[in-house]
């Protein structure tokens, strides 16, 4: 991924409509019809239900039974879920956008915003909702972003070029042992020099021997 090509688009990390919407799993309580008649009291039952959030929109939040299509798209939220444990919205948290004042942090939670993410996929609708500068602060959502997943790309880059570099360096040394195993080898195979005690003992052999060949 070139630096060049780190740009935020509505389906970066996230599907447009995931983006923009997130759901809230949680449990009825129900009537059961059959059962209370066939036992002549009142018996009730838990369902599951999901409500779907629309940052932007908070007089629109559909709640429907949940189904296996929900289980499929949103697996994190629904195994959350069914542990017991509350998920974050996927993204930036608004608390941790630098730009934030808790005024306007407040404004936007209360209006289902939870993420950077859902700042910056909302549509104009939403945009008019947020009030005067509701366009702009989505364009500033939009360039937090970009800069973000340049900055992504650019540790990336740099990470790559650490490893490379050490890989280098490892083949270097390897190299460098391979040099010296070499030359210990080839020092080794080297005719060896006679003992001095050895090479006395011939000196004095060779004496008369010499002396014999001068008086002939």
Not at 137 to 149: I, S
Not at 176 to 204: F, M, W
């Amino acid at each position: 991924m070139s630096i060049a090509n780190a740009t935020y688009t509505r389906s970066t990390s996230l599907a447009a409509s995931e983006a923009r919407n997130y759901p809230r799993f949680f449990l009825e309580t129900v009537r059961d019809n059959h059962s209370s008649r066939h036992h002549g009291r009142e018996i009730f039952r838990e369902e599951e239900r999901v409500e779907i959030i629309m940052p932007g929109n908070p007089y629109t939040r559909p709640i429907m039974r949940v189904t296996e299509e929900h289980r499929q798209t949103r697996p994190k939220q629904y195994e959350a879920f069914k542990a017991g444990q509350e998920i974050a919205a996927e993204g930036t948290p608004l608390e941790a956008w630098a730009r934030m004042r808790p005024k306007q942090l407040h404004e936007l939670k209360a209006l289902g915003f939870r993420t950077v993410e859902h700042i910056a996929n909302m549509d104009d609708q939403a945009a008019g909702r947020v009030g005067a500068g509701g366009q702009d602060l989505r364009q500033v959502a939009q360039a937090f972003l970009n800069d973000a997943a340049r900055m992504a790309a650019v540790e990336r880059l740099a990470a790559e070029n650490d490893a490379k570099n050490a890989e280098i360096e490892d083949l270097r040394l390897k190299l460098h042992g391979l040099e010296q195993t070499i030359e210990r080898v080839a020092a080794s195979k080297e005719p060896a020099a006679a003992p001095p005690v050895l090479a006395s003992s011939l000196d004095e052999f060779a004496k008369p021997a010499a002396n014999a060949a001068k008086n002939s």
